[in-house]
């Protein structure tokens, strides 16, 4: 186990998810290795195997917000994003002001395509300027730069701006006018 859990910790995921398999196999009467092997899972792509043991943990620990972020976040990178939706809720009325579970429930709108509820629930995890500026952020990696901008001009209106809000405008205006 301790081996197990230095590899993970040392970034080797594939490793690790083999050394807790091999521990579950040599104990297989012994509690299931859920909490160690859902993230590694996740960490791999392997999501379905990932989202099964993240259901076991959370019937063992509904009340978790840190597994519900974490749960979600895999539903959602496995594009499963109404049950996403559906675990961040569920961790949001346990912990209604967990900001990350917030934030998370935020991105998972954004990724399913649903901006204005993004924006939503970005505005009340972080602000509307930081809400903007997230969004922005996002929409730059996304290529949709105009959609970029608006964001950024709407974050702006905040007194007084971020400095950071203004530098990324300032970073687009300028490479909008090298084109």
């Known amino acids: 186990m301790q081996t197990a859990k230095t590899v993970a910790s040392k970034g080797h995921a594939a490793e690790a998810v083999k050394l807790y398999e091999h521990v579950e196999q040599l104990d297989p009467i012994g509690e299931p290795l859920d909490a160690e092997l859902a993230p590694l899972y996740a960490d791999l792509g392997n999501h ?39 675990e961040a809720t569920r961790g949001l009325q346990n912990d209604t002001g967990n900001r ?10 954004y990724r399913k395509g ?47 701006p971020d400095a950071q809000t203004e530098t990324l405008l300032a970073a687009l205006d300028t490479a909008a006018s090298a084109r």
């Open 48 to 86: 379905d195997a990932a989202i099964q043991r993240y259901n076991r943990i959370v019937q063992r620990s509904p009340d978790d917000s840190e597994l519900s972020n974490n749960f979600a976040w895999t539903l959602m990178e496995s594009g499963r994003f109404d049950q996403a939706i559906a």
């Open 100 to 109: 990350r579970l917030q934030s998370t429930l935020a991105m998972i709108h």
């Open 114 to 160: 649903d901006s204005a509820a993004a924006l939503r629930h970005f505005s009340e995890a972080l602000g509307e300027s930081a809400a903007h500026h997230n969004l922005a952020v996002l929409e730059i990696d996304a290529g949709n730069v105009d959609s970029a901008r608006a964001h950024l001009q709407q974050a702006m209106q905040s007194a007084p």
